[in-house]
């Protein structure tokens, strides 16, 4: 009886009116599930934020108190998102807004008290809260960026610019870097301002990746102890800085260029966390398992392997500080045909260099006399002749009718191409990938490589193709010393070169320029390279002994690195 009364008294009690109350409130709110806590400590914070209450020390120590207790419940109904990719699109709504609003919410019930320090007095009583104020604050903002993130959306204008303003008040107060325990019972990391902001920044550096949820949330997980490897600088090194932010703009990441220099900007490199997938690929590749890799419970599987190379490839190509140069795009209305995979676009480029050949004595020794009489008699090879001639050739790779993508293009360039794409017919796509393009089916294929994705909206995908060389030529290579022991595929079984089998391997030469001096490129399995092995070479009708050289470019699969050419064989 005494509850009920004491309950109908504290009803117009906001439990941030202050410690105690807000410490009596919290152990009733133990006995509701999590997404009823959550909405609770939702109402209060929005009645807070409608002023109901004054930014006083008592109520900020308990928003603070009632935040590190409904971390719990909140991190359930985030899991809940995370851990359901096949969720009716009612749910996924419901929890979407639900995890953006709570967050939101509360970094403007915190914002109150960060500008409440206009007032001396309370400046001088906030004071020792405010560094946790900052970054608590700073995880919040992160959290709704990456809610975006998920559903392919551009980050609002208003998280980055309180982001960047919350950072600089850091910086002001001189304890950006100052390191402390965000949540005491539920964060066994050690965080900072610092922390928090370089890790909302890491990840939206990987905004346009096309990676899942899921792949988002593993990522954030890791960054969330590797943002400790990297250090935000004032002051730009060349040598050692890849990233910069504006703290007076309203966007993220930027590639660093000569006209982003000054005070607004912050530098930081990625060496010492590429250092660090690095370091994790190879204790997997060495036999070490997934548990001892401090990954996470659910980090497990091809698919982390498979996140960990992406994430090196893309940190490692964004580390070359020397841009590519753009050319002027034109837009245009026309469609391309694209496939990927180094394997396959070695056998289309195969193919193109037969028909340049077609003199040469393999095409000549591949007359077929069913093929003649039938051009005779129909004036075309029937599909029961061509059926005999796959049957009896081991080195012919039967393809479908169109084994390719093909893909609009709203703009083109000097360089490449710009492409507008359906997300659901290419699911496959991802930065770095090698693709083969040509314009029509009398053309030659290219060669390119994928270099920008970008989502427009649920379905639609904008896509940056940079065309490596026009004129690739593909190529045999056999070398004596240790090779690579898989299963060939039946594209290289059938693309190799005129050597011997079965220990050949295919690759493209691609022209190349460096420094205006022209070089002797290739582009191999990543698993066929070697610093200094030395390779025989088949190209067309010519025979060359190589060695490799230093590497000028890695995708997940394979690598793109100069040769030296020692000499040309008989």
């Given at each position: 009886m005494l509850d009920r009364i004491a309950s109908l008294f504290s009803k117009d009690k906001s439990p941030l009116s202050s410690l105690k109350v807000a410490t009596q409130w919290c152990k009733n709110l133990d006995l509701a599930d999590p997404p009823t806590r959550n909405a609770k400590v939702h109402g209060v914070v929005s009645d807070f934020i409608a002023g109901n209450l004054p930014a006083t020390l008592e109520s900020l120590q308990a928003l603070m108190l009632i935040d590190?207790?409904?971390?719990?419940?909140?991190d359930a109904i985030c899991y809940q998102y995370v851990s359901n990719p096949r969720m009716s699109k009612e749910i996924e709504q419901k929890l979407w807004k639900d995890v953006v609003t709570y967050s939101n919410d509360m970094v403007d019930a915190y914002y109150r008290f960060v500008q409440a320090e206009s007032n001396e007095v309370l400046q001088a009583q906030f004071a020792p809260l405010m560094p946790m104020v900052l970054a608590r604050s700073?995880?919040?903002?992160?959290?709704?960026?990456?809610?975006?993130?998920?559903?392919?959306?551009?980050?609002?204008?208003?998280?980055?610019?309180?982001?960047?303003?919350l950072y600089r008040l850091s910086e002001i107060g001189g304890f950006d870097s100052n390191p402390f325990k965000l949540y005491q019972d539920s964060s066994a990391e050690v965080s900072s301002c610092a922390d928090e902001y370089i890790q909302m920044l890491m990840l939206n550096t990987l905004a346009n990746n096309n990676l899942s949820v899921r792949q988002l949330e593993l990522v954030d997980g890791w960054l969330e102890k590797w943002s400790k490897l990297i250090q935000i600088?004032?002051?730009?090194?060349?040598?050692?800085?890849?990233?910069?932010?504006?703290?007076?703009?309203?966007f993220g990441a930027q590639k660093i260029s000569n006209d982003l220099m000054g005070e607004p900007y912050r530098y930081w490199g990625l060496t010492d966390i590429v250092n660090q997938v690095?370091?994790?690929?190879?204790?997997?590749?060495?036999?070490?398992?997934?548990?001892?890799?401090?990954?996470?419970?659910?980090?497990?599987?091809?698919?982390?392997?498979?996140?960990?190379?992406?994430?090196?490839?893309?940190?490692?190509?964004?580390?070359?500080?020397?841009?590519?140069?753009?050319?002027?795009?034109?837009?245009?209305?026309?469609?391309?045909?694209i496939v990927y995979g180094l394997d396959r676009v070695c056998g289309y480029v195969k193919e193109d260099n037969d028909k340049?050949?077609?003199?040469?004595?393999?095409?000549?020794?591949?007359?077929?006399?069913?093929?003649?009489?039938?051009?005779?008699?129909?004036?075309?090879?029937?599909?029961?002749?061509?059926s005999k001639s796959a049957a009896t050739n081991p080195y012919v790779v039967n393809r479908k009718q169109h084994d390719w993508h093909t893909w609009a293009v709203d703009n083109e360039s000097e360089g490449g191409y710009g492409s507008i794409l359906r997300f659901s017919e290419n699911e496959w796509i991802r930065p770095n990938l090698l693709l083969g393009v040509r314009q029509s089916s009398s053309e030659n294929w290219q060669l390119g490589v994928l270099r920008r994705i970008a989502r427009l909206n649920d379905d639609e995908i904008s896509a940056g193709?940079?065309?490596?060389?026009?004129?690739?030529?593909m190529v045999g290579m056999y070398s004596e010393q240790n090779d690579r022991v898989e299963n060939m595929t039946v594209t290289e079984l059938g693309f190799t070169g005129g050597l011997e089998l079965p220990n050949v391997k295919t690759a493209l030469y691609v022209p190349h320029q460096i420094d205006g001096k022209s070089v002797n490129t290739l582009i191999m399995h990543s698993a066929d390279y070697g610093m200094d092995k030395?390779?025989?070479?088949?190209?067309?009708d010519k025979r060359f002994s190589v060695s490799l050289g230093v590497m000028l470019e890695k995708g997940v699969d394979w690598i793109w690195v100069a040769v030296n050419v020692l000499r040309q064989e008989n």
């Open positions: 590190e207790h409904v971390q719990e419940a909140f700073l995880r919040y903002l992160a959290i709704q960026a990456k809610w975006h993130y998920f559903r392919f959306e551009k980050v609002p204008v208003k998280i980055w610019t309180v982001a960047h303003q600088s004032r002051k730009y090194a060349p040598d050692h800085h890849h990233f910069c932010v504006n703290l007076q703009a309203s690095q370091e994790i690929l190879g204790r997997l590749l060495t036999g070490a398992s997934f548990a001892s890799l401090d990954l996470g419970p659910d980090a497990r599987g091809p698919i982390v392997t498979d996140l960990l190379k992406h994430l090196d490839v893309f940190w490692t190509m964004s580390m070359r500080n020397n841009q590519i140069k753009r050319s002027e795009r034109t837009k245009v209305n026309k469609a391309i045909d340049f050949l077609k003199q040469g004595r393999e095409s000549a020794s591949q007359v077929d006399y069913d093929e003649i009489m039938d051009m005779r008699l129909y004036g075309f090879v029937s599909s029961r002749t061509r193709i940079q065309i490596l060389t026009k004129t690739p030529v030395i390779y025989q070479i088949r190209a067309r």
